[in-house]
């Protein structure tokens, strides 16, 4: 309730969802451009309606446009005098929205261990977001992150593994298990006591 609440209260503040949504991804991916059809796909509005905000945004001197290849480029401009401010008020609101989407996680299946890394953890290196051990129906898993992707305005990457295939991949000294363990990251779930050892 509290997470809809939050939301409702940024759209009226800032006038529509879709501006809501562009203001997120930017200042949330500030050194990344993106051209408006990936706008579009990333975060799930129509392309009138990203358009007239990028405008919008524009204009307000907030982004800054490059024309490359018969495309135009958007990107935050970081010398905006609110930049900081309108940051720090995204980045409250996506750790609203990552409290409710650990909350979701947790509620489909039995995990064991839990971890956000890659995205959630500003480290552009990883190739995984989500570092799940336990038992998870996948269908249910790739229902929740296609949910969750267009809130976060990130394609969600994930690894979902069973407790008997961390401990083998462990007894084996898997190099993919021991990369993704070093990786920065933040432990939600850790039954397993994987961050002591």
Known sequence: MRYNYFYIMLDQLFGSRTRVKLLRLFLTNSQEEFYVRELTRKIGEHINSVRRELLHLEKLGLLVVSDRQRKKYYSVNTNFTLYPELKALILKSRLTLEKRF???????????????????????????????????????????????????GKELRYTLMSPSEYTYRKDVTDKFLFTLLSNPQMVVVDKLNIAKQ
Do not use: C, W
Request: proline share 2%; charged share 25%; no cysteine.
């Open 102 to 152: 650990i909350t979701k996680l947790q509620e489909a299946g039995r995990i064991q261990h839990l971890s956000l890394m890659g995205y959630f953890a500003d480290d552009l290196d990883s190739e995984t977001d989500v570092f799940i051990i336990g038992t998870l129906p996948k269908k249910h898993l790739n229902a929740l992150l296609e949910e969750f992707n267009k809130q976060f």
